[in-house]
């Protein structure tokens, strides 16, 4: 309410008064009255309008004329009358106030009606536009309702599943005998009984006692370490089975050779095979296991010149059986059929990443090294075609050696290394050093120098290790060979082989050695100097990181041998590997107690956009690609991210279809934009469009003691589109109180009793996880739907990768050298925290069960860095770095104990475990990154008509 004077009272008439009035008072007085005068008018003029207030509409004017009338005697009146007058004008005045107040109270009562009714319309408003987005998002359930409705209609491909394993239900028939040497044109279609390996077999493997079926003589020793050992790993085979009625390949140790008298052996050792119960006449699918160990690693009591393996099978029929050994000569190595193994060198138990050197620097101090003498038989001097063609090939030699040795003395700043005869002196500080003769028979052979571990000392500092290959033309592989081989890749020193095209390296129908190694006829020794300076280092750091691959996941002991042996001839026969296990989630509650559920949730924050359709639950489809991925991807699943022992549910490899596949034929599943037809915004909310079909997410949350901020998140996370569960890990001993109330948020919680208190928990693969995404946040992590959205998407093209919001680094720490971790603002970043992360499935069984046991024992010695290991573990699979996706606000976690992230102790262990965890993958394999995930029409001028990808992000 205005005061306004102008409309009902006269200013002009006001004005006369005092004009008049002034020509008969005297000026002192002017001022008191003119001060009274303006305190009045306006007193006057308040109280005649709430007068005309109170008494509107009619009578009120004449009223105030006559009142205003009386101003007209004013200068008439005495001094006396104007006391009086002033009085009355006084209490007027007074009545005026209250009037006033009582109005100024009115007012202030109705402004606040009215700011209620604006605030109650601008709720009604916001619920109109939360029914209006919950009405769209149901529209848009029901259309994808329906279009899942019809693709179910529509599909006349029934999911395949086998409902039985088909296997053989008798041993193998005994056949009649072979002729001598018919085995030697065997390959697998000819001497392999596919008939007992269907594809749905399973592929289990039956191992002959050698304890109740030693196939030695009984001259020979069979060594008790691999015996042991070979026993002890088939347990953990998964494929190996106790039933030969059903099995399809059969193990046989075949003696290793300690020492070896007489000249028997042969008949020996082929009476002892063929009388193998499940021999059948020809022993078609046996596999002879002759696993060569160099003396180096036999205890000091052992015989100085025992043998590594031989080859025993000289002389000997073997039938229709797979032989594998180091050792062959060309004449006896069936290809694709008998399998070149390395040597069993390694030493038993520990973590095989221990015995590896850093990978870095990339140059050591010697450019090429080499330590071997040449071992000339008595056998090549004899008088026949092959020595022939040997002593052709000693010529060789020579001139490889002489050309070597001169490149030493070549003006170069690249040192070298090289001894062609053993001497005591070089080999080994202690002086004990002496030939190892690993392959006595053969001549021609690069027999090696010194202990393993002057060996090592030396391969140490090489930036490339020699590999001289026999003389002898006529072997594929020897002992003594494989032995460097595996030497040099252990220690980080890059084969590179000369004369690498006459001789097979071990699994080379799977391994791609030219990964991990060079290889060079020996008539380009000339050449081989320039070569090796050609190398540049990330090249050279490429090759010795695949050489330690090869070497720790198929060489290093005994038992990564044997499972490489089995998955091999699975591989051959095209046989999918076994699932790989999931880890049962037992829930906290028992079977009859029903937790309580709170009344009603009142969402936190009113979503301010439909962000996705609600759908039924739809776990990601399983084991699609059983029996084609090893077809189409088992070269990288060999050679690069993969685990050829395991069949996973789904990969993150896993392949795209061309675009247009989903429109012509192929669409099952896929959600395009606007049917394909593209998009903004609006229908943008309605499908997940990308590359790959629909699916939802499983979020896994780990909590400790922490009920109400556990039971906030999980309301928090009422309505969220595309969730298909969320899974809770109880890691407390203690059972979650009995009258706490759960929220019911439209998906399953599913509570997991933890075993124990363990950060690791986090990772474990639960079989309660049936989505191939998995949103890892913390309990008290506060995420708003359309960012964990937007996450969701951006993993959903990222599907290797971590993918989420909290950025860290890792810096270099300029005063004491190696690693620091930091969580400063930067402009880089090279992990992304799990507290608020996509990452696949398939990760957490490679956390829990690939990932060397020693970074599993820091997170729990610690309590601390599991988030760490996981970008470690990621980046080193992928050689990519995570992705920063936007958050709406900086990622906070309001009930975080930010006292424990700032604790100094906390980033101690952060720095240490860095450290570690880089000793242990021998490199640092995280990767920088400044690359940041925005929607796409984020900041982008679009007209109005169109709605952005996400109103704020
Ligand atoms: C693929 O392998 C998995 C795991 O062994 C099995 O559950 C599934 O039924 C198999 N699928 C087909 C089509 O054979
Ligand atoms: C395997 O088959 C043989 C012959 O039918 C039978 O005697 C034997 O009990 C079977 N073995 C097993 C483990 O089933
Ligand atoms: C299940 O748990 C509830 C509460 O913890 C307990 O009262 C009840 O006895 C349990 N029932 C069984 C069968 O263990
Ligand atoms: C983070 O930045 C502050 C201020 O620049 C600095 O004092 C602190 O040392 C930094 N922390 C780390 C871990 O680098
Ligand atoms: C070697 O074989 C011959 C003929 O079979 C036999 O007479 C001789 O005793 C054998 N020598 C040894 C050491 O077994």
Redesign the pocket.
């Known amino acids: 309410m205005v005061f306004d004077s102008g409309g009902l009272y006269q200013p002009m008439g006001g004005r006369e008064i005092v004009c008049h009035w002034l020509s008969h008072i005297k000026l002192s007085r002017i001022i008191i009255l003119v001060s009274i005068v303006l305190v009045i008018v306006p007193l006057i003029t308040h109280y005649y309008l709430s007068k005309v207030e109170s008494n509107a509409p009619s009578g009120d004017i004449h009223r105030t004329r006559s009142k205003l009338e009386a101003f007209e005697d004013f200068s008439t009146l005495k001094a006396s009358d104007l006391k009086l007058r002033i009085e009355e004008m006084l209490r007027i005045k007074g009545s005026v106030s209250a009037e006033l107040r009582v109005l100024e109270a009115r007012r202030q009562r109705l402004q606040l009606e009215v700011a209620s009714f604006t605030q109650r319309i601008d709720e009604l408003k916001q619920e109109l536009l939360h029914h209006q987005t919950e009405l769209e998002r149901l529209k848009i359930s029901v259309e994808q309702a329906q279009v899942a409705q019809r693709e179910a209609v529509q599909r006349n491909t029934p999911d395949l599943a086998l409902p039985k394993r088909l296997l053989p239900s008798l041993p193998p028939a005994t056949l009649a005998a072979q002729p001598r040497g018919s085995g030697s044109a065997c390959r697998m279609h000819n001497c392999f009984d596919h008939s007992r390996c269907s594809l749905v077999s399973g592929f289990p493997v039956y191992f002959y006692n050698p304890d109740q079926h030693p196939v030695i003589s009984p001259e020979w020793e069979i060594e008790g370490f691999v015996k042991t050992t070979l026993k002890q790993t088939l347990g953990y085979n998964p494929h190996f089975s106790t039933d030969p009625n059903t099995s399809c390949i059969f193990l046989v140790l075949v003696g290793e050779a300690l020492l070896l008298r007489g000249n028997s052996s042969s008949t020996v050792v082929e009476t002892l095979l063929h009388g193998l119960p499940y021999w059948g006449g020809d022993g078609r699918n046996h596999v002879l296991l002759n696993l060569a160990r160099s003396s180096s690693s036999v205890g000091p009591d052992s015989r100085a010149t025992s043998t590594g393996a031989r080859d025993v099978f000289r002389g000997v029929d073997t039938g229709r059986a797979l032989v594998v050994q180091s050792f062959f000569s060309r004449a006896r190595y069936r290809r694709g059929f008998d399998i070149i193994v390395p040597p069993i060198l390694g030493q038993p138990g520990g973590d095989v990443w221990q015995e590896c050197p850093h990978l870095l620097p990339a140059r050591r101090k010697f450019l090429l090294s080499f330590q071997g003498e040449l071992h000339r038989s008595k056998e090549t001097d004899r008088e026949d075609d092959a020595s022939v063609t040997d002593r052709h090939q000693q010529d060789i030699d020579s001139f490889v050696v002489e050309h070597l040795q001169g490149m030493v003395f070549r003006r170069t700043s690249d040192r070298f290394l090289f001894h062609f005869e053993c001497s005591a002196g070089m080999t080994s500080p202690a002086g004990t050093a002496r030939l190892v003769k690993l392959q006595p028979d053969a001549g021609g052979e690069w027999e090696l120098c010194g202990t393993e571990s002057s060996r090592a000392a030396v391969l140490r500092e090489s930036t490339f290790s020699l590999v001289l290959v026999p003389t002898q033309v006529d072997v594929v592989s020897t002992t003594a060979l494989q032995t460097r081989i595996y030497e040099a890749l252990k220690n980080g020193a890059i084969p590179v082989l000369l004369g690498g095209d006459q001789v097979e390296l071990p699994y080379a129908e799977v391994v791609d050695w030219r990964r991990a190694a060079l290889f060079l006829p020996k008539a380009r020794v000339t050449e081989l100097h320039f070569f090796l300076r050609t190398v540049p280092d990330a090249d050279l750091l490429v090759l010795r990181r695949q050489g330690r691959l090869v070497w720790e996941r198929y060489c290093a002991s005994v038992q990564s041998t044997v499972d490489t042996v089995v998955a091999l001839v699975r591989d051959r026969l095209g046989i999918p590997p076994l699932p790989a296990e999931d880890e049962p989630s037992p829930s906290v509650f028992n079977a009859s107690f029903v937790p309580l559920k709170t009344d009603a949730i009142v969402p936190e924050a009113e979503p301010e956009e439909s962000l996705g359709p609600m759908e039924p639950p739809y776990p990601s489809p399983k084991f699609k690609r059983n029996y084609t991925f090893f077809l189409t991807q088992g070269h990288e699943v060999w050679n690069d991210w993969g685990d050829p022992f395991r069949l996973y549910p789904q990969l993150p490899f896993d392949l795209v279809l061309p675009s247009d596949a989903k429109f012509m034929g192929s669409g099952v599943g896929f959600r395009p934009i606007g049917r394909g037809a593209g998009g903004a915004g609006k229908e943008f909310c309605e499908s997940l469009g990308g590359n790959n079909p629909r699916e939802q997410f499983t979020i896994v949350m780990l909590t400790y003691e922490r009920e109400q901020v556990l039971i906030n998140s999980l309301g928090r996370l009422y309505g969220l589109p595309y969730l298909h569960k969320v899974v809770v890990v109880w890691n407390s001993p203690k059972p979650p109180l009995e009258d706490l109330r759960w929220p019911d948020i439209g998906v399953p919680v599913h509570v997991v009793k933890a075993s124990r208190n363990s950060l690791n928990n986090r990772f474990l693969p639960y079989d309660a996880i049936e989505t191939e995404a998995v949103l890892s946040v913390d309990d008290d992590a506060h995420l708003r739907h359309d960012e964990i959205m937007f996450g969701f998407r951006v993993w959903r093209e990222q599907r290797d990768r971590v993918v989420g919001f909290p950025g860290r680094f890792h ?1 270099w720490d300029l005063n004491h050298g190696g690693w ?1 971790y ?3 603002y930067s402009c880089e970043l090279s992990m992304v925290l799990t507290g608020a992360a996509f990452f696949h499935k398939y990760y957490t069984y490679l956390y829990s069960y690939w990932l060397p046991q020693a970074i599993r024992d820091k997170v729990d010695e610690y309590m601390n860095c599991e988030d760490i290991a996981m970008n470690f573990l990621v980046s080193h699979i992928t050689r990519k770095p995570p992705v920063k996706v936007t958050s709406r606000w900086t990622f906070r976690c309001p009930g975080c104990p930010v006292s424990l992230s700032e604790d100094d102790t906390h980033f101690q262990e952060r720095h240490k475990c860095i450290n570690f965890f880089t000793e242990v993958f021998g490199y640092m394999p995280l990767l920088n990154t400044q690359f940041r995930a925005d929607s796409i029409l984020f900041k982008t001028r679009i007209p109005h008509d169109k709605q952005k990808c996400f109103k704020f992000i």
């Open positions: 810096a620091l930091n969580s400063n």
